[in-house]
């Protein structure tokens, strides 16, 4: 044989042997940018069919330049009647993934771009790796090729979401290494994004024991970022500022809530410790100027409380921000508040979400009082814990002279002890105005006649040593009877006060407010003998016509009624008919609306006291109710006298 038919011989087995290689025993076959590698095409495939057609021009579209789908000859058979199915599925997922993208990730969309060829083979052999999907389908990127690897039991060759995870995970992998070893000052301003990403990613791992807490990993991650930060602009601002405010801001808040331990016994040159001092630095330099939701995740951050905490051990102890004066830092806030018009305190306004997280305010007007949704009570349980602490929160409402601030202090101190409330009013009593608007919060919302003997002491005290408060003194006083059943005896008043309420302490206790009308029959008996009149006609007018107490629901229908008693124990008419003609006058201004006073204005006459007849709130003695039918029917008088002749009620017998 010639030498070069030898060599043609050779030739054509080493391109057989080629193709075998490749995919098989048959020549690739190409049908509408769909290529089968090592056989012809499945018979039914219609690479013509409208929605093969335009998703592939969706995918063009969205990389510049066609995309092949290679098909291994081996996945045919599993897919044979229904490949058209198959292979569009392949090119929407292939579509939705690079749309997504290029939507969220448009830096990696621009290194996706070069994908130009998805290869599917088969194989029958499990994944070397664990896989994300259910199917065990795996997938590797090989310059501008994805192979994908299907197995037999597999129902899709592509699906949604693989092409994006590896062409992210081949950006990430070769963004990292060229980024590596980068200082902030050499980022460039397209790669600040990727750079704050790769740097951070391993840093917010709780750690589990001191020798985590002394080398955090958060410390060198921080000193990058904020590095960063200060040069940072457009995305790569963004990314820093997210990044501090939520992912480092969290990761404190999370580490001193669940390692308290481990943060206490924290040195201070620990990683820890740097991380806490840097972040915290950052924080109070720039959160004024945050958007107000990432300016609350830091707040909550700085006043994060620890609850693994031993009894009466503080909830912001002095191992959390050490070097922060976080009261100082709420006072500025509280000032903020201020100077916008007190948001959140009426109805009309809303404050913002760091306001509501520092200051609390709410409503204190009506019977539905809405609470902040955002509000912990940091500062008011700082108080409480801590005397030097209260004493600055007492001398700012003080220097301030702002009612609503003093208002809404001692509204947020519901639930504390009667003693510490009653300190912080002592407290301010030099400031007479942020001192009366806290006391009629005190004495309506939070005092309680379960602590009467201190509350008692307390109006003894005002009464002696502050005869300018004499009127704040009786309406403490009234409240500790406030339902008027002998929780105070009243007979006693002149031997316990010195004397009885005359007309001055009288007027001043009706100036404390509607309210003080309401439980003006409780203080009779203190009262000098005196004409009423004067004093009682114009806060009680004041009373009916008003808003307060109709917002709070209560009518002065039942305390007009008691004072119109006790006017006629007293034999004063003229003072009754005062009263009358308030009833009556009211009555005529609401017309049809007028209510419960129309209904006394019909009861009251000039005959009044002849016929006067105690409210039917209690029933008087003798007043028996009984049953008829399915009303009730009242008898008035005696109740009539047992019937000897009655066989006497059955009495049950003893086990």
């Known amino acids: 044989m010639r030498p070069s038919r030898v060599a043609a011989r050779l030739v054509g087995l080493a391109l057989a042997g080629l193709l075998l290689a490749c995919g098989g025993a048959g020549a690739p076959s190409s049908r509408g940018g769909v290529v089968f590698a090592g056989g012809a095409a499945d018979a039914s495939f219609d690479p013509d069919e409208p929605r093969l057609v335009k998703a592939r021009a969706q995918v063009t579209e969205l990389l510049g330049h066609e995309l092949e789908l290679s098909v291994d000859a081996a996945l045919v058979p599993k897919w044979r009647g229904s490949m058209a199915s198959a292979i569009l599925g392949a090119l929407e997922a292939a579509a939705q993934d690079l749309a997504e993208m290029k939507r969220r990730e448009p830096e990696a969309f621009a290194f996706a771009k070069k994908l130009a060829r998805i290869e599917c083979v088969y194989t029958a052999l499990a994944p070397a790796r664990r896989t994300w999907h259910r199917d065990a389908i795996d997938a590797e990127l090989r310059g501008d090729t994805l192979h994908v690897r299907v197995r037999s039991g597999s129902g899709e060759l592509v699906p949604r979401g693989l092409v994006r995870a590896h062409l992210v995970d081949a950006w990430e992998k070769q963004t990292s290494e060229r980024l590596a070893g ?47 930060d200060a040069r940072a602009t457009g995305a790569g601002r963004e990314e820093t500022q997210k990044w501090l405010t939520t992912t480092a801001s969290r990761w404190f808040a999370r580490v001193h809530t669940n390692k308290p331990d481990l943060v206490r016994a924290a040195s201070a040159s620990s990683g820890f410790r740097r991380a806490e001092d840097a972040w915290s630095k950052w924080a109070l330099a720039h959160q004024s100027s945050l958007p107000d939701e990432d300016r609350l995740h830091v707040l909550e951050a700085l006043f994060v409380r620890v609850h693994d905490r031993g009894p009466g051990a503080p909830r912001h102890p002095a191992s959390v921000f050490p070097h922060v004066d976080r009261f100082g830092l709420a006072l500025q806030i509280v000032d903020e508040w201020r100077a916008q018009k007190h948001p959140g305190a009426s109805r ?45 929160l007492a001398e700012a409402m003080v220097s301030r002279h702002d009612p609503i601030l003093a208002e809404q202090v001692f509204a947020n101190f519901e639930g504390a002890p009667t003693a510490f409330v009653l300190s912080m009013w002592r407290a301010i009593e030099q400031d007479p105005v942020s001192w009366k608007a806290a ?50 005896e009243w007979d006693g008043f002149e031997q316990d006060f010195g004397q009885k309420v005359g007309r001055a302490e009288l007027d001043a206790y009706l100036a404390q407010g509607p309210l003080a009308v309401l439980h003006l029959p409780t203080l009779w008996p203190a009262l000098a003998d005196m004409p009423r009149g004067p004093s009682i006609l114009k806060p009680l007018e004041l009373a009916w016509a008003g808003p307060t107490l109709h917002a709070l629901a209560q009518q002065p229908y039942g305390a007009t009624r008691s004072i119109i008693g006790k006017l006629c124990g007293e034999r004063a008419v003229d003072e009754v008919r005062a009263v009358q003609g308030v009833v009556a006058r009211f009555a005529a201004s609401r017309g049809e609306h007028a209510g419960p006073a129309s209904r006394l204005a019909s009861e009251l006459d000039a005959s009044t006291c002849a016929k006067h007849k105690p409210s039917a709130s209690r029933p008087p003695r003798g007043r028996v109710i009984e049953p008829f039918g399915k009303r009730r029917r009242v008898r008035i008088g005696p109740k009539p006298p047992a019937d000897p002749k009655a066989p006497s009620p059955r009495k049950p017998r003893s086990l």
């Open 182 to 228: 980068l200082a902030p000052g050499d980022v460039a301003a397209a790669d600040q994004v990727a750079w704050v990403r790769q740097v951070t990613r391993e840093a917010d791992g709780d750690p589990r024991d001191a020798a985590a807490i002394e080398n955090a990993p958060m410390a060198e991650a921080l000193t990058k970022v904020l590095a960063l």
């Open 348 to 392: 009309d306004t809303a404050a913002s979400r760091s306001h509501e997280h520092i200051v609390c305010p709410r409503p204190l007007e009506g019977t539905s009082r809405p609470r902040s949704p955002h509000c912990n009570h940091d500062i008011y349980d700082m108080a409480r814990d801590d005397a030097n602490v209260a004493r600055r």
């Open 439 to 488: 006391g009629r919060v005190f004495i309506e919302e939070l005092s309680t006649t379960a602590d009467k003997p201190m509350l008692v002491a307390e109006a003894r005290r005002l009464w002696r040593e502050r005869p300018d408060r004499r009127g704040e003194a009786l309406y403490l006083l009234v409240h500790v009877d406030r339902y008027g059943n002998g929780a105070y």
